[in-house]
């Protein structure tokens, strides 16, 4: 606890970890009982569950159920320390992280380093329609969406004109991959169960939730089987699925569509959700540039078969920024790597210098379509419905377990999904005057905002 | 639904509701059963319930936990609809309500009116303080000061100078009346037990929390016995109570102090939190203007007996807008003047248009300092401690229990109260980048933050 403990320790290992996503947050728990100083660094202050971010943006669950504090769940963890902030370059020559915090930049030696940054959303080369269609990476991208979410339903329920109205009461998700999936599944009990007897000017089951995939079918990387399952559950939810369809223009009040027969269209709404594609964290890039690693188009770098970098023996690059035995960006991959990564460091502290590649054990994928309805593969056995259902639950209940927040995130998903309500439905008062600047005022004019 | 309907009712009295906090809130229930058509609008989607606001910025319970949506509590009341919008100017001559919404202008025609505005926080003349010291008084408000409370623990973490270590970790409460000493009673549970273990380069036990007001006593509303009871109990946490005491100056990094015996000083903290008074809505100025009531400085309007404005029988003002008997700015107030505009509008429809004037009644007051901890008033009789802590619990969560969030609510309280923990601890990215405005940075410069 003295200030002077670092230099106390000099002698020891030293692990940097960059990211507490699900890949640095395995690696540093698979080191608590090595003779090692972990600092583990993330430019936020909570490990974010990302697999239900999607019941964030839609009001079943709070922020603070699905992103415990990382130094909470690390707090036991003695050899760990945090550090908040950003990482903006790592120097392999000089073997240190530089850091960019509020309170200056640092500069961070190390013995081993663990990248484990992760990826952002991708909009294919034309960000301009980030403003638009927000992504579901992040708390606050969550956040923000639930805002627009039910802002829109607030905006039906003004004085406006019919075709209006519509325009507010259709929510397109692009992209039909796990997340787009739950999203729409959730719009659409949403519309259709949570929010009854709420509006007098429109009956919310009218909304219009359509997900669309330039792909020619939902949930890609599921086998066909299911894909059909999990089409047939969101149509009998009430949501459109557009598939060969592809986006090329998104603005304030809709959105522009390029169908597979070469036909375009548009479709007037206010709310769009970016589900759509992942860009590898630029981390990746400059470790490319200096190791001479291949960066692929999503930004990320092959790897060795140990997740080392070449010529860096000391640097392993895991989760959804490796590009490994294509791997897809999957929680339990970047779970399995970082456990590789760590206990690698472990081995050869003990003096076991030989290289075992890594070697992902399959341990099946999910997603939930709505309550009571999800389709889980494990192998060749495929499970859909109910008791799909209860296997996503049990698994997810599960992980949260670790990090303390079962009893209310239970307490929360029983309210949520038995009863009618959605408990966090909270517009905050920064995303409305953010928003005003977004939405096209109509010509009647505004009267001055007071403050 | 059709769009026709508010045609079809154009017989029927129109009443609108400005504000959705207790005194709009109670106001438009009590008309449940009376055959009036009701607009309630609010600038935000949910009823706050303010006295569990330091909650909020303390981690201990989510925004929706005490947020309820407006038109999810009315969603039963047939008579009664809720816009999103802000009241930007009530015309009495005309009687109707300018209203500005996310999709333009409205006017909303009226019969009779209760304004239940409400109060904003009052920086008494040095609106500058703001941006360093944050109010209490919505939820942007707990959600700002909760990414500065947790973000001061994480800044403290990183390798800084000793002074500047001790300045993160120094929270001023400016005002002692109960919001003030609940948030300082929190923020002194939470570095005494619910952060422990969580830092390696401090311990949180090392937090002063300070709480100041120019008045010589804490809880200037309450009776002598349970003021010297809270200053105790505050003490006892580790909080440092300083009477007396003026602020004259705030800046990012402390705030200047004036003593009751004529010295001034600084105290350096990056924490500083604004609970010192109110402001009523401009809103009363306005009324106050075309009416020709007196509007004191805290801004609230001085009302007739029954609470209409004088020459306006139609036009009600209740709750912290209301100036009447000197009554105090409580929920309890609010509550029971909405109430009685209320039921003044059914009795005069039924036609019975005697003059009935306002009386309020006192159920007591309370303020709760910590877990366990809490004085109530109840007319002569003071309980404390353990047993006041359990009226207060009872209190609020049979007041909540209107709100369907008991469950819930009792649920987080569980396990933040009687567990370690706080749940909510997200600190979001755009508070971040918010304060990379204001935290001066340290001369060696840092690098560029990436996107």
């Known amino acids: ?66 992103a415990p504090p990382i130094r909470d769940v690390l707090r036991k963890q003695d050899n760990a320390r945090v550090l908040f902030g950003e990482v903006v370059h790592v120097d392999l020559a000089t073997r240190e992280v530089e850091l960019d915090t509020l309170g200056g930049a640092m500069r961070l030696p190390y013995d081993s380093l663990i990248v484990a940054a992760g990826a952002a959303q991708s909009y294919f080369g034309h960000d301009e329609f980030a403003v638009h269609a927000p992504g579901m990476k992040t708390i606050d991208d969550a956040l923000e969406l639930r805002g627009r979410i039910f802002g829109a339903f607030e905006m039906a329920e003004l004085d406006c004109e019919a ?36 509006y007098r000017a429109f009956d919310p089951r009218s909304a219009r939730i359509i997900v669309l995939d330039a792909a020619d079918t939902v949930l890609p990387p599921f086998a066909k089987p299911l894909q059909r399952r999990a089409h ?30 070469g036909s375009t269209d548009r479709i007037d709404a206010h709310t769009k959700i970016w589900a759509a594609g992942v860009q590898a964290s630029p981390l990746g890039a400059s470790l490319g540039d200096q190791s001479g690693a291949p960066v692929d188009r999503a930004g990320r770098i092959s790897v060795q078969h140990d997740c080392t970098l070449p010529g860096h023996p000391e640097v392993f690059v895991v989760g959804d920024l490796m590009s490994l035995n294509r791997l897809p960006g999957l929680a339990e991959v970047a779970m399995q790597s970082g456990h590789h990564a760590a206990r690698t460091i472990a081995r050869r502290l003990d003096g076991d210098t030989t290289e075992r590649p890594f070697r992902y054990i399959d341990l099946g994928t999910m997603a939930t379509i709505a309550r009571f309805k999800a389709v889980v593969s494990i192998g060749r056995v495929h499970i859909t419905g109910l008791v799909g259902w209860l296997m996503w639950l049990v698994v997810h209940l599960t ?11 239970l307490a929360n998903w029983t309210i949520a999904f038995l009863g009618r ?28 905002r007071e403050t």
Do not use: C
Request: charged residues 25%.
């Open 1 to 66: 606890m003295s200030r002077n403990a670092p230099n106390a320790h000099a002698l020891r290992h030293r692990v940097v970890i960059v990211g507490a996503g699900f890949g640095g947050l395995f690696a540093v728990r698979a080191l608590r009982r090595v003779q090692v100083d972990v600092t583990v660094v993330d430019r936020v202050n909570y490990h974010l569950f990302q697999p239900l971010l999607y019941q964030v943006a839609t009001g079943v669950l709070s922020e603070g159920d699905i």
């Open 163 to 198: 075709a209006e109205r519509d325009a507010w009461l259709t929510f397109v998700v692009v992209g039909a991959g796990p997340t787009g999936v739950e999203l729409a599944g959730q719009i659409a009990e949403l519309s259709r169960r949570a929010l009854r007897a709420n």
């Open 232 to 261: 047939r559950d969101l149509e009998a939810l009430g949501v459109e699925v557009q598939l060969g369809a592809m986006v090329t223009g998104v603005d304030a009040t809709g959105l522009h569509v390029k169908r597979k027969d």
């Open 399 to 409: 992980f949260l377990t670790g990090f303390k927040n079962r009893v209310s995130a």
């Open 421 to 448: 309500g959605r408990r966090q439905r909270t517009i905050t008062e920064q995303q409305v005057f953010a928003r005003t600047r977004e939405i096209p005022q109509p010509k009647g004019g505004v009267a001055e």
